[in-house]
């Protein structure tokens, strides 16, 4: 696929998820044509991810571009109103576009965290991520409600569930921190005939060892 191709078919994802009639779909509350421009929106919104960049700044380079004169409020107003499936959506068709135009690896390596921020009511609230490593991409993220804590195992099985059409799973590593190391999950893994490396806590460094779980054992050696 040449670059003629891959930036059309990039233009094509973004029509079809940033217009009103599909954001009014979707949304609670209908937007209409303002002062802020839906594509000057969503370049906001994405512009904001970079490092070192603060809202401010952007909006005085969109204004300058657009000679318009408008407060980063009314920016933040418009984007709470859109509601999250647009940007899931955005990122699934992008990251399966991403998926046909790379030639496939011997392994795809994907990081697993998960992050609490604050919503308006002062709950914490759980932000899953899986992350292509060499790619430097998200693959996944989601965003849990305030009964989510502690959670992070379930929404990523949750994920695996979602993601088996579009994944080989044979050919994933999946990388994870010690809060994933649990049992239930290290089975579930090998079930599906997915690879992973997950640091375990010192009190179950004989994980391996117990009777219980010398089935999952022999599964892991026959694995590699």
Do not use: W
Not at 10 to 31: E, G, P, S, T, V
Not at 108 to 113: H, K, L, N, Q, S
């Amino acid at each position: 696929m040449n670059n003629d191709s891959i930036i059309k078919k990039l233009n094509d994802i973004f029509k079809k998820h940033i217009n009103y009639d599909n954001i009014n779909k979707h949304n609670d509350i209908k937007l209409r044509k303002s002062k802020v421009d839906l594509h000057d929106l969503f370049y906001f919104a994405f512009k904001y991810s970079y490092v070192d960049l603060t809202k401010q700044e952007i909006i005085n380079s969109l204004n300058v571009d657009n000679n318009k004169s408008i407060y980063y409020t009314s920016y933040v107003r418009k984007l709470n109103n859109i509601n999250n499936s647009i940007f899931k959506n955005l990122l699934n068709d992008i990251t399966n576009l991403h998926l046909q135009i790379f030639t496939p690896k011997d392994f795809y390596f994907y990081a697993v965290d998960g992050t609490y921020n604050i919503n308006e009511s002062y709950l914490h609230m759980l932000n899953l991520s899986i992350f292509d490593v060499y790619e430097n991409i998200p693959i996944d993220i989601t965003c849990h409600g305030s009964d989510s804590k502690n959670k992070e195992i379930k929404y990523f099985k949750e994920f695996l569930e979602s993601f088996r059409s579009n994944i080989n799973f044979h050919k994933c590593i999946f990388i994870c921190d010690r809060l994933y190391a649990s049992y239930e999950l290290i089975k579930y893994l090998i079930d599906i005939n997915a690879k992973f490396i997950i640091r375990i806590r010192e009190s179950q460094k004989d994980i391996l060892n117990r009777k219980i779980y010398s089935s999952i054992k022999k599964k892991i050696k026959n694995c590699y």
